[in-house]
């Protein structure tokens, strides 16, 4: 299982945040043979650009040409991102499958669209959740080493 464990793991609210706000980042790191993901909290339904289909396939195919190991998405309901127990165990659940020992979060300046403070808080209550036995879920029952926060007006 370690071998599919990732390095790097930017938690952000919606499609297309990994790419604006740390893209640049997470292709240096592939460069230089890291295993690297990306995970959306939400599907960017909400959005007034495009739709959640969309959305899908465009970060599908950023995946693919950044090189990145995982894209997945949490699908919790876009521009009504909540920060519950409910969803950060869905979060660290999904931490502790992928077993990240560097988190990328939005930084806590990030609150032009409301999900992205939001997004930053989950992903901070998840990691440390991540390491408690209490949390269901298989994986890796550790936290991540490190948590960087992305600087972005977004
Ligand atoms: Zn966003």
Known sequence: MSEKRLDVLAVTAHPDDAE????GTLIRCVDKGYRVGALELTGGESGS????????????AAAEV???????????PDAQLVDTVENRVKLAEAIRRLGPRVLILHNNESWRHPDHGVAMNLGRAAAFLAGLKMIPGEGYLQRPEKILYCQAYT
């Open 20 to 23: 604006l706000i740390c893209g």
């Open 66 to 76: 950044m090189g990145l190991a995982v894209r997945e998405s949490l699908e919790l």
């Open 49 to 60: 650009r495009g739709n959640a289909l969309r959305r899908a396939r465009e970060a599908e």
